[in-house]
Protein backbone atom coordinates (compact mmCIF):
# COMPACT_ATOMS: atom_id res chain seq x y z
CA UNK A 1 0.00 0.00 0.00
CA UNK A 2 0.64 3.63 -0.82
CA UNK A 3 2.16 5.72 2.59
CA UNK A 4 0.42 9.08 2.77
CA UNK A 5 3.89 10.86 1.64
CA UNK A 6 3.65 8.77 -1.56
CA UNK A 7 -0.11 10.29 -2.04
CA UNK A 8 1.19 13.80 -1.60
CA UNK A 9 4.46 13.68 -4.13
CA UNK A 10 1.78 12.10 -6.58
CA UNK A 11 -0.72 15.27 -6.00
CA UNK A 12 -3.22 13.12 -4.80
CA UNK A 13 -4.37 14.26 -1.17
CA UNK A 14 -6.28 17.41 -0.92
CA UNK A 15 -5.65 19.54 1.96
CA UNK A 16 -9.24 21.55 1.74
CA UNK A 17 -9.76 22.97 5.41
CA UNK A 18 -5.94 24.04 5.96
CA UNK A 19 -5.94 27.37 7.11
CA UNK A 20 -6.38 30.11 4.29
CA UNK A 21 -4.91 33.17 6.09
CA UNK A 22 -2.14 33.06 4.05
CA UNK A 23 -3.92 32.88 0.34
CA UNK A 24 -3.75 35.73 -1.71
CA UNK A 25 -7.24 37.04 -2.90
CA UNK A 26 -8.51 39.35 -5.06
CA UNK A 27 -12.51 40.38 -5.07
CA UNK A 28 -14.64 38.57 -8.03
CA UNK A 29 -17.10 41.41 -7.43
CA UNK A 30 -19.73 39.77 -6.80
CA UNK A 31 -20.70 39.50 -3.34
CA UNK A 32 -22.54 35.88 -2.59
CA UNK A 33 -19.20 34.38 -4.23
CA UNK A 34 -16.67 36.96 -2.61
CA UNK A 35 -18.71 36.10 0.76
CA UNK A 36 -18.08 32.09 0.06
CA UNK A 37 -14.56 32.18 -0.99
CA UNK A 38 -13.56 34.03 1.86
CA UNK A 39 -12.34 36.98 -0.42
CA UNK A 40 -12.62 36.22 -3.67
CA UNK A 41 -10.14 34.05 -5.70
CA UNK A 42 -6.81 33.01 -5.60
CA UNK A 43 -4.18 35.01 -7.33
CA UNK A 44 -2.20 32.21 -7.91
CA UNK A 45 -2.87 28.71 -9.18
CA UNK A 46 -5.64 27.23 -10.88
CA UNK A 47 -9.19 28.43 -10.84
CA UNK A 48 -11.07 25.52 -12.18
CA UNK A 49 -14.92 26.31 -14.00
CA UNK A 50 -16.89 23.82 -15.20
CA UNK A 51 -19.71 25.13 -17.47
CA UNK A 52 -21.63 24.87 -20.47
CA UNK A 53 -20.73 27.19 -22.98
CA UNK A 54 -22.54 30.59 -22.74
CA UNK A 55 -24.16 30.89 -20.22
CA UNK A 56 -22.37 33.32 -18.13
CA UNK A 57 -19.00 32.43 -17.58
CA UNK A 58 -16.78 35.40 -18.75
CA UNK A 59 -19.27 37.73 -17.48
CA UNK A 60 -18.63 35.88 -13.94
CA UNK A 61 -14.73 35.93 -14.08
CA UNK A 62 -14.64 39.68 -16.08
CA UNK A 63 -14.17 42.31 -13.14
CA UNK A 64 -11.40 39.84 -11.71
CA UNK A 65 -9.57 39.77 -14.99
CA UNK A 66 -9.39 43.44 -15.27
CA UNK A 67 -8.51 44.03 -11.53
CA UNK A 68 -5.29 41.52 -11.88
CA UNK A 69 -4.60 43.39 -15.01
CA UNK A 70 -4.09 46.32 -13.59
CA UNK A 71 -3.40 46.12 -10.45
CA UNK A 72 -0.35 43.84 -11.75
CA UNK A 73 0.52 45.77 -14.79
CA UNK A 74 0.75 42.75 -16.61
CA UNK A 75 -0.57 40.56 -19.50
CA UNK A 76 -4.23 39.27 -19.59
CA UNK A 77 -4.15 36.27 -22.17
CA UNK A 78 -7.15 34.22 -23.56
CA UNK A 79 -5.89 31.05 -24.92
CA UNK A 80 -8.53 28.88 -27.36
CA UNK A 81 -11.12 31.02 -26.74
CA UNK A 82 -14.39 29.13 -28.39
CA UNK A 83 -16.10 32.37 -29.48
CA UNK A 84 -14.75 35.36 -31.55
CA UNK A 85 -13.71 37.73 -27.95
CA UNK A 86 -14.38 41.25 -29.46
CA UNK A 87 -12.28 44.30 -28.56
CA UNK A 88 -15.26 46.63 -27.85
CA UNK A 89 -16.36 43.72 -25.46
CA UNK A 90 -13.25 43.47 -23.28
CA UNK A 91 -12.70 47.47 -23.71
CA UNK A 92 -16.41 47.87 -21.70
CA UNK A 93 -15.62 45.36 -19.44
CA UNK A 94 -12.11 47.08 -17.94
CA UNK A 95 -9.67 45.72 -20.15
CA UNK A 96 -6.58 47.18 -21.42
CA UNK A 97 -6.69 46.02 -25.59
CA UNK A 98 -2.61 46.55 -24.99
CA UNK A 99 -2.14 44.38 -22.41
CA UNK A 100 -4.81 41.75 -23.47
CA UNK A 101 -3.39 38.88 -26.06
CA UNK A 102 -5.99 36.35 -27.79
CA UNK A 103 -4.03 32.77 -28.81
CA UNK A 104 -6.11 30.76 -31.08
CA UNK A 105 -4.41 27.52 -30.54
CA UNK A 106 -7.03 25.08 -31.05
CA UNK A 107 -4.94 22.23 -31.20
CA UNK A 108 -4.90 20.72 -27.40
CA UNK A 109 -1.50 19.91 -26.88
CA UNK A 110 -0.07 23.69 -28.60
CA UNK A 111 -3.01 25.09 -26.38
CA UNK A 112 -1.41 23.87 -23.08
CA UNK A 113 2.34 24.49 -24.20
CA UNK A 114 1.11 27.94 -24.81
CA UNK A 115 -0.46 28.42 -21.42
CA UNK A 116 2.34 27.12 -19.60
CA UNK A 117 5.07 29.49 -21.41
CA UNK A 118 2.42 32.23 -20.64
CA UNK A 119 1.86 31.39 -16.98
CA UNK A 120 5.82 30.76 -16.27
CA UNK A 121 6.92 34.25 -18.50
CA UNK A 122 6.13 36.40 -15.14
CA UNK A 123 4.55 38.58 -17.46
CA UNK A 124 1.19 37.66 -17.14
CA UNK A 125 -1.57 38.26 -14.79
CA UNK A 126 -4.09 35.40 -15.52
CA UNK A 127 -4.56 33.22 -18.15
CA UNK A 128 -7.68 31.95 -19.20
CA UNK A 129 -7.76 28.42 -21.47
CA UNK A 130 -10.56 26.54 -22.93
CA UNK A 131 -10.05 23.07 -22.45
CA UNK A 132 -11.71 20.05 -21.17
CA UNK A 133 -9.43 16.99 -20.90
CA UNK A 134 -6.13 17.10 -18.57
CA UNK A 135 -4.33 14.36 -16.85
CA UNK A 136 -3.09 14.86 -13.61
CA UNK A 137 0.45 15.50 -14.80
CA UNK A 138 -0.94 18.01 -16.89
CA UNK A 139 -2.78 19.97 -14.37
CA UNK A 140 0.39 19.87 -12.52
CA UNK A 141 2.97 21.41 -15.00
CA UNK A 142 0.69 24.12 -15.07
CA UNK A 143 0.28 24.58 -11.48
CA UNK A 144 4.38 24.63 -11.29
CA UNK A 145 4.25 27.31 -14.17
CA UNK A 146 1.56 29.91 -11.62
CA UNK A 147 4.00 29.00 -9.49
CA UNK A 148 6.91 30.18 -10.85
CA UNK A 149 5.05 33.23 -12.79
CA UNK A 150 3.13 34.63 -9.81
CA UNK A 151 -0.19 33.96 -11.97
CA UNK A 152 -3.58 32.36 -12.45
CA UNK A 153 -4.72 29.96 -14.70
CA UNK A 154 -8.86 30.16 -14.92
CA UNK A 155 -9.64 26.67 -16.72
CA UNK A 156 -12.59 26.82 -18.23
CA UNK A 157 -13.69 22.96 -18.62
CA UNK A 158 -16.67 22.75 -21.23
CA UNK A 159 -19.74 20.48 -19.00
CA UNK A 160 -21.20 19.45 -22.25
CA UNK A 161 -17.69 17.58 -23.46
CA UNK A 162 -18.31 14.95 -19.79
CA UNK A 163 -21.80 13.91 -21.69
CA UNK A 164 -20.05 12.76 -24.89
CA UNK A 165 -17.37 10.60 -23.27
CA UNK A 166 -14.85 13.22 -21.33
CA UNK A 167 -14.07 11.85 -18.38
CA UNK A 168 -13.72 14.20 -15.61
CA UNK A 169 -11.03 13.93 -13.55
CA UNK A 170 -10.58 15.56 -10.27
CA UNK A 171 -8.18 18.35 -10.21
CA UNK A 172 -5.15 19.53 -7.89
CA UNK A 173 -6.73 22.93 -8.28
CA UNK A 174 -6.91 25.79 -5.48
CA UNK A 175 -10.55 26.32 -6.19
CA UNK A 176 -13.15 24.22 -8.61
CA UNK A 177 -16.30 25.84 -9.27
CA UNK A 178 -19.87 24.61 -11.57
CA UNK A 179 -21.85 26.61 -12.92
CA UNK A 180 -25.49 26.38 -14.34
CA UNK A 181 -27.31 28.62 -16.22
CA UNK A 182 -30.29 30.67 -14.16
CA UNK A 183 -32.38 33.66 -15.54
CA UNK A 184 -31.19 36.09 -12.51
CA UNK A 185 -28.26 35.63 -13.43
CA UNK A 186 -25.50 32.17 -12.78
CA UNK A 187 -25.92 29.55 -10.04
CA UNK A 188 -22.73 28.17 -8.55
CA UNK A 189 -21.55 25.28 -6.78
CA UNK A 190 -18.22 25.50 -5.18
CA UNK A 191 -16.66 21.78 -5.08
CA UNK A 192 -13.92 22.55 -3.15
CA UNK A 193 -11.29 25.44 -2.19
CA UNK A 194 -7.68 25.73 -0.99
CA UNK A 195 -8.66 26.89 3.05
CA UNK A 196 -12.24 26.13 2.69
CA UNK A 197 -14.93 23.87 2.23
CA UNK A 198 -17.54 23.13 -0.92
CA UNK A 199 -21.06 24.27 -0.73
CA UNK A 200 -24.51 24.13 -2.00
CA UNK A 201 -25.72 25.45 -5.09
CA UNK A 202 -26.24 29.65 -4.66
CA UNK A 203 -27.31 32.51 -6.94
CA UNK A 204 -25.16 35.21 -8.11
CA UNK A 205 -27.55 37.78 -8.90
CA UNK A 206 -26.22 39.95 -12.09
CA UNK A 207 -29.38 41.95 -13.23
CA UNK A 208 -27.98 44.99 -11.99
CA UNK A 209 -24.60 44.45 -14.04
CA UNK A 210 -25.70 42.76 -17.16
CA UNK A 211 -29.64 43.77 -17.58
CA UNK A 212 -30.21 42.72 -21.10
CA UNK A 213 -29.12 39.61 -20.27
CA UNK A 214 -31.09 38.53 -17.42
CA UNK A 215 -34.67 38.41 -15.98
CA UNK A 216 -35.91 40.33 -12.43
CA UNK A 217 -37.84 39.20 -9.82
CA UNK A 218 -40.70 41.07 -11.36
CA UNK A 219 -40.34 39.80 -14.20
CA UNK A 220 -40.79 36.18 -13.16
CA UNK A 221 -43.35 37.17 -11.30
CA UNK A 222 -45.95 38.67 -14.07
CA UNK A 223 -47.23 36.67 -16.74
CA UNK A 224 -45.82 38.90 -19.21
CA UNK A 225 -42.57 38.45 -21.47
CA UNK A 226 -39.53 39.55 -20.41
CA UNK A 227 -37.77 42.39 -21.76
CA UNK A 228 -34.86 40.52 -22.81
CA UNK A 229 -36.94 37.80 -24.91
CA UNK A 230 -37.48 39.03 -28.47
CA UNK A 231 -40.38 36.86 -30.21
CA UNK A 232 -39.96 35.65 -33.25
CA UNK A 233 -42.33 36.30 -36.26
CA UNK A 234 -45.59 34.06 -37.15
CA UNK A 235 -44.49 31.97 -39.97
CA UNK A 236 -47.74 31.00 -42.09
CA UNK A 237 -47.21 27.78 -44.44
CA UNK A 238 -48.72 28.07 -47.46
Known sequence: MLELNEYQNKGLVWYGCKNNDHIAKAKTHYDELDNRLHGGFPTSGIIEVKSMLGIGELRLI??????????????????????????????????????????????????????????NSGCCSTVVLWQAELSIKQVRRLMLACEQGASSLILIRNSQ?????????????????????HPMGIKVKIDKQKGGIGSSPFIINMTERWQDFTITNSEQATSREPSNVLAFPNIVNH
Do not use: M
Open 62 to 119: LPFLADQQGNQKAECVFIAPPIQLNAEFLIANGLELSQTLIIPAYDPVEALWAAEQCL
Open 161 to 181: AKSKGTRFLSLPSALSLSLHA
